[in-house]
């Protein structure tokens, strides 16, 4: 009964909540949402409440306040003017899914009493809290279409802003777990391969090939003592498997059914936490999002750059889906490669794969296929 009713709610989740093309009702809700302050919404109920009393006989002072609010409120609209202000530049930072994002602006002169920096007409998933606080539900990349300086106006009953011109965008990272224990990998005999990557540092002595310039993350215990004197800077002992790339890294998110939609935000999140257990122990090789391969030129910044893909990765709902028929890319041989999917593949190139499901069932495993369930990818 509890899956069913995460499908349940997943569907309901997945319908879009906005249309591609505002219609007549949208843009009397955008009207609604932007012009009106909390105050005038109230009123505006007020009136609607009040309106049940207008035919009925003794109620003559109901039609005054009526009359009265309404002349108010339309007032209230007509003298609002644009804010004398303007937003010269507006800095969006990255945000986590599930943890608020501020907003910061640079504008053109001091702000004025009950001025304050909003975010409107934005994707349903970001749910806007207070002067330029956003909360984002979900992980992805969301443009900012509609930044503005409100100032609350006459009355408090409505609000003139002061659109931004320039354009923005709201990337919301995947939420990334840490991996207890990570067994899976060096199992049976396809783990051959990452066996050899993963053992102890002190065997890597035996495959010494030469050494290399220093780079940031090297271990100090590595470094070249003879060629640091001889030269006057650090050198670094360069090994075998350090030449080979380590271990490539693939991600496939193609989804046949629902079902299969439901575990792709749970294997994107599980797809970053394996990449961060190899960086930090310097094993990550080549990353690939599908036949995309993300560059990691630079390994200072190896984990945001990684996000920021993931986060860029469609969303599957209820429409839109991510497509991947064969994996084309080719890799060494002798190279060890993991894939993590949302349903088994039979790709030649694939020594082991990681297939999050969304129930539990007899599936068989094996050393080279395990069955993870969503929710429960801490430990491998």
């Known amino acids: 009964m509890k899956k069913i009713w995460e499908e349940i709610v997943w569907l309901w989740k997945a319908y879009p909540r906005a249309p591609e093309k505002p219609g007549l009702l949208m843009r009397l809700y955008y009207f609604w949402d932007e012009v009106i302050t909390p105050a005038g919404h109230v009123f505006s109920a007020l009136l609607l409440f009040c309106s049940m009393f207008l035919f009925l006989p003794g109620f003559q002072w109901v039609k005054v306040f009526e009359f009265s609010v309404f002349c108010l409120m339309v007032f209230s609209i007509i003298v609002r003017r644009k804010p004398d202000n303007r937003i010269l530049h507006v800095e969006v930072p990255m945000a986590t899914e599930g943890e608020p994002v501020q907003l910061v602006a640079t504008f053109e002169k001091p702000l004025s009493e009950g001025a304050y920096l909003d975010s409107f007409r934005m994707d349903p998933s970001v749910v806007r809290l207070e002067n330029g606080l956003l909360l984002p539900k979900r992980r992805g990349a969301f443009p900012l279409s509609k930044i503005a300086l409100v100032e609350t106006r006459l009355l408090g009953l409505s609000q003139s ?27 049976g005999i396809s783990g051959a391969k990452f066996e050899r990557l993963l053992r102890p540092e002190n065997s890597r002595s035996m495959e010494f090939i030469g050494v290399r310039e220093y780079r940031e993350g090297d271990s100090l215990r590595d470094l070249h003592h003879k060629a640091f004197a001889r030269y006057g800077r650090p050198f670094t002992k360069e090994f075998a498997t350090e030449v080979e790339g ?13 079902r299969e939609k439901m575990c792709v935000e749970y294997a994107i999140r599980l797809f970053g936490s394996i990449a961060f257990w190899l960086l930090e122990r310097n094993l990550l090789g080549r990353v690939f999002i599908g036949n995309e391969e993300v560059r990691l030129d630079n390994a200072k910044n190896a984990q945001e750059k990684i996000l920021a893909v993931l986060a860029r990765v469609p969303y599957a709902d209820l429409h839109t889906t991510y497509n991947l028929d064969k994996w084309h890319v080719r890799p060494d041989n002798e190279i060890p490669v993991l894939a993590v999917a949302v349903h088994e593949v039979n790709w030649p190139a694939v020594d082991k794969q990681i297939v999050v499901v969304n129930r539990e069932g007899n599936r068989q495993e094996s050393d080279a296929l395990k069955f993870v369930l969503r929710g429960s990818e801490a430990s491998l």
């Open 161 to 187: 802003f002061q659109k931004y011109d320039g354009q923005a965008e709201l990337l919301v990272l995947p939420k990334i777990q840490n991996i207890s224990q990570f067994r899976f990998l060096t199992l």
């Open 246 to 258: 380590g271990v490539t890294l693939l991600l496939d998110v193609s989804a046949r059914h629902f």
